[in-house]
């Protein structure tokens, strides 16, 4: 099959700006008012946000892997014959870039027009909130662990590092495209927030050292048929104002003088215990 193949002769093409030239907020704005555009990497993840239903603008393919025997690149752009495909030697991308391609490949997307609160949260069970989680890595490696353990979805403050950041949605292995998301409205949280996931019929769980809480292991955070698990970011952990609104705070216990656990590890044995159900 014969492919809309484009090689790499002029580094200033504006076609190749978005992969070049433009940072993250860059892209996140680049249509406003409507969504942006976000950078995909790796035959994996792309195929989930493929298949999630975000709409390809571009790949960006190193040449071997464009050719006939390119292996899983080529059967994923075969399935798009019409979206242009950038393609160089790898030396090349890699200075077009600026930074070593996973597996050769990135994909340039559209991005959806993210669901409401009550949307993803109406039939689900088990959430995840995360609050100020900075750093793109963690905030991945918390959706994959989300998704693998039970959470029906993941709310984010506007504080937090955008799932859909390249980092962020390759260290999740793709599962940002596999688990409901949204992003909190903007100077919602926590009062209004936590108002609208009550009416929902939610109680709300945060996770904290503190020493009035309760174990992670207490029966009654298992009993509730709706758990809202509250993360914080990484550091200074929950805010005073968040801890005090939610019903409970949960303690992870700790062993040979550990004082905590990074924010993605503890997500990780939260989401294992409390995503049961008596």
């Not at 200033?12 to 996140?28: G, K």
């Not at 790949?59 to 690149?73: I, N, P, Q, Y």
């Not at 990135?106 to 995840?128: G, T, Y």
């Not at 609104?245 to 590890?265: E, Q, R």
């Amino acid at each position: 099959m014969k492919l809309n193949e484009i090689e790499i002769t002029d580094f200033n093409a504006p076609e190749l700006d978005i992969y070049a030239r433009c940072n993250e907020a860059q892209l996140l704005h680049y249509f406003e008012p409507n969504p942006g555009i976000f950078i995909a990497e790796s035959p994996k993840v792309i195929e989930r946000a493929l298949n999630a239903g975000y709409v390809p603008i571009s790949f960006l393919a190193e040449k071997r892997l464009v050719s006939a025997d390119g292996g899983e690149t080529r059967q994923l752009l075969e399935k798009y014959p019409d979206v242009p495909v950038f393609t160089a030697e790898y030396n090349v991308l890699t200075k077009l870039t600026g930074f070593a391609l996973t597996r050769g490949m990135l994909c340039a997307m559209k991005r959806n027009v993210l669901p409401s609160v009550e949307d993803i949260c109406k039939h689900a069970n088990r959430i995840a909130i995360l609050e100020d989680v900075v750093n793109p890595t963690n905030v991945g490696a918390i959706i994959r662990s989300a998704a693998a353990l039970g959470m029906d979805a993941v709310l984010l403050t506007h504080g937090c590092a955008d799932p859909l950041y390249r980092r962020a949605s390759r260290v999740s292995m793709g599962t940002v495209f596999q688990i409901p998301w949204t992003i909190l409205p903007k100077n919602s949280w926590p009062d209004a927030s936590m108002d609208t996931l009550k009416a929902l019929g939610f109680k709300t769980a945060a996770m904290a050292l503190k020493t009035d809480s309760v174990s992670i292991d207490d029966p009654v955070l298992t009993s509730h048929e709706k758990l809202a698990i509250v993360l914080g970011t990484e550091g200074e952990g929950l805010k005073d104002a968040t801890i005090a609104a939610c019903d409970y705070t949960v303690l992870i216990p700790m062993f040979h003088g550990v004082d905590s656990l990074n924010v993605a590890a503890a997500s990780a044995v939260a989401f294992w215990q409390l995503g049961r159900r008596k």
